[in-house]
């Protein structure tokens, strides 16, 4: 069971309790939320009998880290279409993806936008025939029900009256925890000026037709700059919340910036619930965008730090075998 207590820097006294649910330890491939948001979406590929996989995402997503993971462990053959353009010095997260086999194909923003309906998509589809498409995000019915189905699990380990606390960008994993059996949800927004957020998420439970029955509140993320976004403050907090609990390591996107939240709402009296359960959804391999001057876990050992120093490797052999070209 992966489930500690979380002491906050705001914390005055022990009447209120704070919990943290460990998703990022659960599963050494791919860790945290976006296992389960692919889990129905591997599964109905392999039914299809399609052997090629396809998604979207950014450089830097947890949800190509867990993508590629995920079909290597199922021998799929990943395809990404990344947002952007690819430069030859990979990021950490794709260079990693493409030692898992990955074909990337990079796609201008205009097209990127486009999804399912876009230019690369045809172009993927011609080249390979049967191919099965993850949405970005591992979103959909399928990824939903995942996430449902992970709220429940937890749920099942843990003391029914808490106050569950998520983090968001597609809203599909709060969707999940809002439609499981924990009475109340709050969702913290990695995205600035989101401010219809609950309407979203009760929209998504109606569209599965797995209402949403308990009390739901929406953040979003004002306080850091908007998206991947990192505020001296957040920095700060972060080192704090080390030294209370330093085995804990949050995301810089999501988790970081929802217990942030919380513990500025408790310094201010506003946070209330007497049992708190913030839901840790993985993302560690994030910190890999980040410079590592920033990283508040630098000193410390995980598979991200690992990964990190493999790229500066790769980049240094690459740099000395230009400069012996120019020579
Ligand atoms: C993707 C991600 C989320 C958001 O998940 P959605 O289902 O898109 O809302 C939250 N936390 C982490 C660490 C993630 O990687």
């Not at 030294?243 to 942030?260: E, F, G, I, W």
Request: aromatic residues 10%; proline residues 4%; contains cysteine.
């Amino acid at each position: 069971m992966h489930i500690e207590p979380v002491i906050l820097p705001a914390q005055t006294d022990s009447t209120q309790s704070f919990y943290i649910y460990r998703g990022d330890l659960e599963c050494a491939i791919a860790p945290g939320n976006k296992q389960h948001k692919l889990k129905y979406h591997l599964q109905r590929a392999i039914e299809l009998k399609s052997s090629v996989v396809a998604t979207f995402g950014g450089p830097h997503s947890n949800h190509i880290a867990a993508f590629t993971a995920q079909c290597h462990a199922r021998q799929l053959q990943p395809i990404i279409i990344v947002r952007g353009e690819v430069h030859a010095s990979l990021t950490p997260t794709l260079r990693q993806a493409v030692d898992k086999g990955a074909i990337l194909f990079p796609s201008e923003r205009k097209d990127y936008r486009l999804g399912l309906s876009s230019a690369i998509r045809k172009c993927v589809d011609e080249q390979f025939g049967q191919v099965y498409w993850v949405p970005e995000g591992g979103g959909g019915e399928l990824g939903f029900l995942g996430c449902l189905e992970w709220a429940e699990s937890i749920f099942a380990k843990t003391m029914s009256g808490a106050h569950v606390c998520v983090a968001a960008g597609t809203g599909t994993t709060a969707a999940g925890f809002a439609s499981s059996s924990f009475a109340s949800v709050s969702v913290f927004s990695a995205l600035k000026g989101v401010t219809d957020l609950e309407q979203q998420i009760v929209k998504l439970c109606d569209a599965y037709h797995k209402p949403a029955y308990g009390c739901l509140k929406a953040f979003d993320e004002s306080l850091h700059g908007g998206f991947g976004k990192l505020s001296d403050n957040l920095l700060v907090f972060l080192a704090a919340l080390k030294r209370l609990n330093p085995t804990l390591q949050l995301d810089p996107v999501y988790t970081a910036k929802m217990v942030y939240r919380v513990n500025e709402l408790l310094a201010q009296g506003k946070w209330r619930a007497p049992h708190t359960l913030f839901i840790h959804t993985g993302g560690l391999q994030g910190w890999q965008g980040v410079s590592a001057s920033k990283n508040p876990y630098s000193n410390m050992s995980s598979t991200a730090g690992k990964a990190l120093i493999a790229e500066i490797c790769f980049v240094g052999a690459w740099r000395i075998s230009l400069l012996r070209g120019t020579f």
